[in-house]
């Protein structure tokens, strides 16, 4: 089964809010993680990643904060925009070359 | 620079039959990943490419097989299509390994 998952599968947010999308995982081994957007009709895109030595990295509007003790993961994007609506999945490497996928939040922004 | 491409786009296909989606990596990568997702999931490891040989295999029966060639483009071949294997299916691409996997948009395979 899968050893990555969202604490919701559906997020809706006022434009202009902050975003905060959690994902939990089980392999405490793992130590390599993605967050990734996928719009409608199109592949995952990637977002931001972080490596299990980090407890948080920055991006353009995004923030990925990572705690190891809780294997808890977390996307943060600031004011959100409606091009932010899409499906978000955070992922973790559990070996050198497989990337395991959560099964996704599906992020609305609400005008 | 051209990302990740995928053809066909849409495939149709009647079970028992075989099905063969190709692969062209962004420029300047060497492996190759393909991927499963069904509607409403996250997508599910197939295996990845990686100098012309098969390095890593997700929970797929020997029915899925694939190839890449010198060029680092890659096929996925599947043999005596089952219902269940009506899905999206992703290719990725990356240098060497897992970081950064760059996918394309994906072939919607329908098995009737």
């Known amino acids: 089964g899968e050893s990555v998952g969202l604490h919701l599968p559906t997020l809706s947010v006022q434009e202009g809010d902050n975003s905060i999308i959690n994902c939990a995982y089980s392999?405490?081994?793992?130590?390599?993680f993605i967050w990734y957007k996928q719009e409608s009709g199109k592949g995952p895109q990637f977002i931001i990643d972080?490596?299990?030595?980090?407890d948080k990295r920055q991006g353009q509007r995004v923030t990925v904060l990572l705690n190891k003790t809780v294997k808890h993961l977390s996307l943060q994007i600031a004011a959100t925009q409606p091009g932010d609506s899409a499906v978000y999945f955070c992922?973790?490497?559990?070996?050198?070359?497989?990337?395991?996928f959560g099964a996704g939040t599906t992020v609305t922004v609400r005008a | 620079d051209a990302g990740v491409t995928q053809s066909p786009t849409h495939l149709i296909k009647t079970r028992g039959q075989q099905v063969t989606l190709r692969c062209s990596p962004k420029?300047?990568?060497?492996?190759v990943s393909w991927y499963q997702q069904a509607l409403g999931q996250g997508p599910q490891f197939i295996f990845q490419y990686y100098e012309e040989e098969e390095r890593q295999r997700g929970n797929f029966p020997d029915r899925f097989s694939g190839h890449q060639f010198p060029n680092y483009s890659s096929e996925l071949n599947v043999n005596a299509l089952l219902l269940g294997d009506s899905a999206l299916y992703l290719c990725a691409s990356s240098l060497t390994g897992y970081e950064k996997l760059f996918f394309g948009s994906g072939t919607q395979l329908s098995v009737l």
């Open positions: 972080i490596r299990s030595n980090m």
């Open positions: 392999n405490s081994a793992s130590d390599y």
């Open positions: 420029s300047g990568h060497d492996t």
């Open positions: 992922a973790e490497i559990l070996n050198d070359y497989k990337l395991s």
